[in-house]
């Protein structure tokens, strides 16, 4: 089974620091990393995407990304309450499916 | 440009009647997934179309869950008879054409679905 691991949280940071997101992927196959954010009672809404080893900056979003150690990472400078939510981690299945396997999100608090 | 549209937003019905839920994707888009949510299971796939033909249904729940795709603009998911443990956010998605694994899916605002 294929799998994308997130933890779950919730992941409690004060308002201004910077919020750290982590995931793990099983499917050595996989080519694309996507970030979608979820708030409470709404669909979830793509933030970021990366496909190449390293960083990739947008904003105060950074995703970065380590085929090597199958780790995906998404870092959110100066975090604000508006950015509490779900965030869901999705890399592309092998094979070239079009499918995305979704991990179960971790969820962030920013108190402030 | 419109995005993802569902409808209807939200259904409540009782168990056993069938429900119809429906998703027209972003225009020129080809692939075309319907998701689950459920606060025990997370996210889950049930089936995806490309070009108008499923591709995968391995996520369907059971025979009572079926989808269909007549035409490039509008997709259903069916259930009959509905039963309680249906009871979730249903969600449809969108993506342009795989090229090299780098395409988005773009998610309609879902239908809250509530069998009593």
């Known amino acids: 089974q294929k799998e994308v691991e997130q933890n779950s949280g919730p992941l409690s940071v004060p308002e201004g620091a910077i919020a750290s997101l982590n995931c793990t992927y099983s499917?050595?196959?996989?080519?694309?990393f996507f970030w979608y954010r979820q708030y409470s009672g709404k669909s979830p809404e793509l933030i970021m995407f990366?496909?190449?080893?390293g960083d990739k900056e947008d904003g105060r979003f950074t995703a970065q990304l380590n085929k090597a150690s199958q780790y995906v990472s998404l870092l959110i400078r100066d975090s604000q309450p508006s950015d509490s939510a779900t965030y869901l981690c999705?890399?592309?299945?092998?094979?070239?499916?079009?499918?995305?396997?979704f991990g179960q999100g971790t969820t962030l608090q920013v108190k402030p | 440009d419109a995005g993802v549209i569902q409808s209807p937003r939200h259904e409540v019905t009782e168990m056993g009647q069938e429900v119809t839920l429906r998703c027209k994707p972003i225009?020129?888009?080809?692939?075309l997934f319907w998701y689950r949510q459920t606060m025990m299971r997370g996210l889950e796939l049930l089936i995806y179309?490309?070009?108008?033909?499923?591709?995968?249904d391995s996520g369907m729940p059971e025979d009572r869950f079926s989808a269909k795709m007549p035409n490039a603009s509008f997709s259903t998911l069916k259930i009959q008879p509905s039963e309680p443990r249906d009871s979730a956010v249903y969600f449809c998605?969108?993506?342009?054409?795989?090229?090299?694994?780098?395409?988005?899916?773009?998610f309609g605002d879902g239908t809250r679905l509530s069998i009593l």
């Open positions: 999705a890399v592309t299945s092998s094979g070239n499916t079009g499918k995305l396997i």
């Open positions: 179309f490309n070009n108008n033909v499923p591709i995968d």
């Open positions: 990366i496909y190449s080893n």
């Open positions: 998605a969108s993506s342009p054409l795989y090229q090299g694994g780098n395409q988005p899916q773009h």
């Open positions: 225009s020129g888009h080809d692939y």
């Open positions: 499917d050595r196959g996989s080519q694309s």
